[in-house]
């Protein structure tokens, strides 16, 4: 039943009883509060009164839940965005990882090669310089060991290095294009230059020579001796 | 709408199906087929590799590699896994070097392991393992390779197959805990394609070290090539060659004839492999005369121009010693004595030195104990006990009999006197990874006075009348003693009358000498069994080359 519009509308400017309140429905019971502590009144004199402290804010007061973040963290998008980009980062640190650990087996297998290489290099050096092997290609190129007898030392002294030193001279052509030549005439010239070492011809590389040699070093082979004699004259001369 | 939910219930529903089969899928595999599947992954996919060590090289004193180590395989097969051995044995026989019937006869084994090759060079065991034959495996070795091939074999000698390549006889077995190093050991995960996708190591290797010898490979190649032609002469049973520097006791060469490729040393017999340098033991014969005349010298009982009645022969404790030409009765002096090597007039110094004081300078010269070289299986030689001394002793030992000695003492002794009188321990192991080995220090035994006296009598060994005249260097002046010794023959006990050892003891230049060289005939066959004849002149050549090659001056 509608009821009455006096009812449903009291008149303006006349005062109206408050109506009886229909009873609240049921909320959940607030939480309880500790009840409000009055200080106990005791005999004295009259205290000055606190300042009031400020109040913080309930919410700031209440802690929030753990979960709350990561609830809001679910309900949105991002998280799509960060559970992608971590499989992704975990699935590129994964393959970084084997790519690393190939590159190691490579790394060995190529070190293992080098140490290989370099182990038969080393065989080769030794086996090249074997007086068994330099010898007989040096008397084919027309060298011969200088006989002891020709071969003279002078003893080092610091005026016979200023003086060796002071005979030095820059190569008028340092670094000269030779045409190909064969093989015939390679060793012709190869010929040629140890004889003209062996006559002692004060060229500029003959007067390299002789100043190793006045610190009493020893060549093998002819070229040695003919330093050797070179060094002999320009000190003893 | 009702159509899409169910559309999407069903694709739901497979999925979840799936992910069911996948579930129990990987149930079954984690669970009854794991042990098989980890089995699988282990022999498959994990291999726990030894990484060799990489044994460290030996080099001359200008850093020429004599031993080097080169990576290598060692080829194994199992036997029962190969179903078609003859096949197998066809593709892997001309790899390994081998007839078809060798590698057959090795593959039928009833074995489970069998070595199809020993260190076999990296490049043909890669070619064997790409075949991928089932069974065949490779594991990474050091194989020690001697460039050089027979210099100097015998010293640096050799290493074994077995307990990874140590070093069995010479400077490789004396110096083994140096060069071997430690070998390390990896765990290596392949993928499908047999690319590693994990390595960890769980020992890391470590390679030997490198030792630099004292020896020079040029002054050894010319030793060796000498004593190769004293061979092709004198046919002799061995030879022994030491090249010394006399004023720090460095061995730059020490030759041994005949002569063994270190890359085979199994093609000769064992007797050749021993470096008889060091193991040598003989009756020195004359060239022990300059110990008893140093002695003399030293102790002031004689001066090099000390005269002495020498007759043809000498008659003591009823033996009968005589020179080695006939001759009448002659006045020699002290240095003549030792030029013309007389057994008389050293028997006769001998006597004025007394027994005692000839013991003592025995040993003071450091005969009858090592050297300390260093070098493996130096023998001590053997002395007389003084209270062994008999009536005739002093009428065998001051000319070189009755005693035994090494090459390498007889150069050492020799050093001293060339030295100036320090008797200084010999070493041939220049460097240890790069570091200097110090040199050890010396003992005076005899007076610089008594020393340069004694190097101006041996002076004339090699001059006019002396028992090496033929032998000289242009431009230098050399000094030595000859020896002539006969062997005592096994058979009757008595010394021989074919068998001989020759040598000759010198150095150079003789005022400050600065090389020695010892050469030692055993048995010299044809021609001579004379030390001047036989042994000098390979001194001789040796120091020809050596001196201007070592820019020693004539001095």
């Known amino acids: 039943m509608t009821p009455p519009a006096s009812a449903a509308a009291p008149p303006v400017g006349r005062a109206v009883p408050m109506p009886r309140r229909a009873p609240a429905p049921r909320r959940a019971p607030a939480p309880r509060r500790a009840p409000t502590r009055h200080p106990r009144r005791v005999s004295g004199p009259t205290r000055t009164a606190r300042a009031a402290r400020p109040v913080r804010a309930a919410a700031n007061a209440v802690p929030r839940p753990a979960g709350a973040l990561l609830d809001r963290l679910i309900r949105g998008r991002l998280w799509i965005g960060l559970l992608a980009f971590s499989l992704i980062g975990i699935v590129a640190m994964q393959m970084v990882v084997l790519k690393l650990n190939t590159d190691i087996g490579r790394t060995l297998t190529r070190e293992a090669t080098l140490q290989r290489e370099n182990a038969q290099l080393g065989i080769e050096d030794s086996m090249y310089s074997a007086e068994t092997r330099v010898a007989p290609l040096a008397a084919a190129a027309g060298m011969t060991l200088a006989p002891p007898g020709s071969v003279h030392f002078v003893q080092a002294a610091p005026a016979y290095i200023a003086r060796a030193a002071s005979t030095l001279s820059q190569p008028i052509q340092p670094h000269v294009e030779v045409p190909s030549a064969t093989s015939a005439e390679a ?39 003919s330093a050797a004699e070179s060094s002999s004259t320009s000190a003893g001369g | 709408m009702a159509v899409v939910q169910r559309r999407v219930g069903m694709l739901f529903a497979l999925f979840f199906a799936l992910l069911l089969l996948a579930a129990a899928r990987a149930l079954y595999l984690g669970g009854p087929h794991a042990g098989a599947l980890r089995r699988a992954a282990r022999t498959q996919q994990l291999t726990s590799e030894t990484v060799p060590a990489e044994r460290g090289t030996i080099t001359d004193r200008n850093g020429v590699a004599l031993a080097i180590s080169e990576p290598a395989q060692e080829v194994t097969a199992d036997p029962y896994l190969l179903k078609q051995p003859l096949a197998v044995a066809h593709q892997l026989a001309p790899l390994l070097g081998l007839t078809q019937a060798q590698v057959l006869t090795k593959l039928s084994e009833h074995t489970g392991f069998v070595y199809l090759a020993h260190a076999l060079p990296y490049e043909a065991a890669h070619k064997i393992l790409a075949l991928r034959l089932p069974g065949v495996q490779g594991a990474p070795i050091m194989r020690r390779v001697y460039p050089r091939g027979t210099l100097a074999a015998q010293v640096l000698g050799t290493v074994g197959t077995e307990h990874e390549g140590a070093g069995r006889l010479g400077l490789e077995y004396s110096l083994n805990s140096l060069l071997a190093g430690h070998a390390g050991q990896r765990h290596v995960v392949s993928d499908a394609k047999g690319q590693p996708v994990s390595i960890v190591e769980t020992s890391h290797e470590r390679p030997g070290a490198t030792v630099s010898l004292t020896l020079d490979a040029n002054i050894q190649q ?90 043809d022969q000498i008659e003591l404790g009823g033996r009968t010693i005589h020179d080695d030409t006939e001759h009448p009765g002659e006045s020699l002096t002290t240095s003549q004595i ?91 192991v220049g460097e240890i990874g790069g570091r200097r080995v110090a040199e050890p220090a010396g003992k005076r035994i005899v007076s610089t006075t008594t020393a340069s006296e004694l190097r101006s009598m041996l002076k004339g060994v090699l001059a006019p009348g002396g028992t090496a005249s033929e032998v000289s260097i242009p431009g230098y002046q050399l000094a030595g003693k000859t020896g002539t010794a006969s062997k005592i023959d096994p058979q009757t006990g008595e010394y021989s009358k074919s068998a ?56």
Request: glycine share 12%.
């Open chain 2, 222 to 311: 010319r030793a060796e090539d000498v004593l190769s032609a004293v061979g092709k002469v004198f046919q002799p049973k061995d030879s022994t060659a030491i090249v010394m520097d006399p004023r720090t006791g460095a061995i730059l060469a020490m030759a041994n004839w005949p002569l063994v490729n270190a890359n085979d040393p199994g093609a000769k017999a064992i007797e050749a492999l021993q470096n008889r340098a060091v193991n040598f033991n003989y009756e020195p014969g004359s060239t022990f005369k300059s110990v008893v005349v140093s002695g003399a010298l030293q102790e002031g009982r004689i001066t090099p121009e000390s005269g002495f009645e020498i007759p």
């Open chain 2, 338 to 428: 030792l030029a013309q090597s007389s057994n008389v007039g050293a028997i006769k110094i001998g006597l004025l030195e007394g027994r005692e004081k000839f013991n003592s300078w025995v040993h003071r010269f450091g005969f009858g104990a090592l050297t300390g070289s260093g070098l493996p299986g130096e023998e001590r030689g053997a002395t007389l006990p003084l209270d062994k001394y008999s009536g005739s002793s002093m009428g065998n030992l001051p000319i070189g009999q009755g005693e035994l000695v090494t090459p390498i003492q007889m150069a050492t002794a020799y050093s001293a006197i060339a030295n100036g009188g320090v008797l200084r321990q010999p070493h041939i």
């Open chain 1, 187 to 225: 060793s012709e010239a190869a010929a040629s230059s140890s004889t003209s070492e062996v006559s002692g011809s004060t060229t500029p590389g003959g007067e390299a020579t002789a100043a190793a040699a006045t610190t009493e070093s020893a060549g093998s082979e002819t070229s040695g001796a």
């Open chain 2, 500 to 555: 001989y050892v020759a040598s000759f003891v010198g150095f150079a230049p003789a005022s400050d000498p600065k090389l020695l060289c010892a050469v030692i005939i055993d048995e010299p066959q044809t021609g001579s069994i004379y030390g001047g004849v036989v042994a000098a002149p390979a001194f001789g050549q040796i120091m020809e080359f050596a001196l201007p090659y070592l820019g020693i001056g004539p001095g």
